[in-house]
C-alpha cells in the first residue's frame, strides 16, 4: 500500500514513541533491544509518513526528563540517536526529506550536537517531508525558554507588556516555523502528552493505540490516518475548518 485513499490528510502528525521498554520486557529481552527495534519503526513511518503525503513527522526522541534514566540507557538510545543519523542521513537527504531539531541545545555534551546541526545543514533546502526531531525536548522547557526570549524583547524595549499576544509566544518557540500537529499519536496505551508540544497541541486530535512502538509500522500509521479523517475538528466553533488540513 503506497498511499491510503484518503480526503484528508493531516499536515503535520507528531508520535510519542512508547513502549519500547515493555516490548522488550514481554520478551524477555534487554530494554536496549526494544530501543533498536524502535529504530526501525522510525524508518519505516518516516517513509510511510512522506508517501501519504503528510508534511511534517516530529518524533519525541528524547526527552529532558529521559536524562534521569540510568546511564547505560541513555548511552543506548544516544548511540541509536547518533548512529540513526550517521547511516540514515544520506538516504533521507536523497529521499529529499529536510530534518529539523527541537529542544534545548545548551549544554549538550560530545558529538551529538554537532551531528544533530549536520543532519539540519546538510538537509535545509529539501522540500519533500520535514522530519522533526525532538531530543532534549521537554515542552514547559521550550516555554520558558520562550518567555525569557520575550521578557527581553520587553525589558528593551521592543514589546509593550499590554501588546503581548499568543503569537508572539508561539514564534519565540523552538517550532515557531513549523504549523501545529494536527494529530499526536502515543503508542503502548499510556493517555498522556508527557511534557511533549502542550503549546502547539492546543486544537490537535490525539489518538492512544495500544500497541507498543516497535510494533508500529506502515499499517498503523495509515489506520491512525483512518482515524483522523473521521474526526470532526471544529476549532472552538460550530464547523470542521478544511483550511487546516490537506486534501488530497
Ligand atoms: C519510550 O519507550 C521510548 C523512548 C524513551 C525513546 C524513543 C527512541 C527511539 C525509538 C530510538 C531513537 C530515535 C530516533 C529518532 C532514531 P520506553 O523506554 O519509555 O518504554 P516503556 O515505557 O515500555 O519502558
Do not use: C
Request: hydrophobic share 40%.
Amino acid at each position: 500500500m503506497a498511499k491510503p485513499d484518503l480526503a484528508i490528510i493531516p499536515r503535520h502528525v507528531a508520535i510519542i514513541m512508547d513502549g519500547n521498554g515493555r516490548w522488550a520486557n514481554k520478551r524477555g529481552l534487554p530494554r536496549t533491544l526494544g530501543h533498536s527495534k524502535g529504530v526501525e519503526a522510525v524508518r519505516e513511518t518516516v517513509r510511510a509518513a512522506g508517501d501519504a503525503g503528510v508534511e511534517y513527522l516530529t518524533l519525541f526522541a528524547f526527552s529532558s526528563e529521559n536524562w534521569s534514566r540510568p546511564e547505560t540507557e541513555v548511552n543506548d538510545l544516544l548511540g541509536l540517536l547518533r548512529r540513526f543519523i550517521r547511516r540514515d542521513l544520506a538516504e533521507l537527504h536523497r529521499e529529499n526529506v529536510r530534518i529539523r531539531v527541537i529542544g534545548d541545545r545548551e549544554g549538550l555534551k560530545g558529538d551529538i550536537l554537532p551531528l544533530l546541526l549536520e543532519a539540519e545543514e546538510t538537509t535545509r533546502d529539501n522540500t519533500a517531508l520535514t522530519l522533526v526531531i525532538a531530543f532534549n525536548y521537554g515542552s514547559r522547557d521550550e516555554i520558558v525558554r520562550a518567555v525569557k526570549k520575550l521578557a527581553v524583547d520587553v525589558q528593551a524595549g521592543f514589546v509593550q507588556p499590554d501588546e503581548i499576544n499568543a503569537g508572539m509566544i508561539s514564534s519565540r518557540l523552538d517550532t515557531a516555523d513549523i504549523p501545529d500537529p494536527d494529530l499526536i499519536i502515543r503508542t503502548s496505551g499510556e493517555e498522556r502528552l508527557s511534557n511533549f508540544l502542550l503549546w502547539q497541541a492546543a486544537y490537535s486530535e490525539l489518538l492512544f493505540i495500544p500497541d507498543y512502538w516497535p510494533d508500529f509500522d506502515r499499517n498503523l500509521f495509515f489506520d491512525a490516518l483512518k482515524v483522523f479523517a473521521s474526526r470532526d475538528r471544529r476549532f472552538g466553533g460550530l464547523t470542521n475548518n478544511p483550511t487546516t488540513a490537506v486534501v488530497g
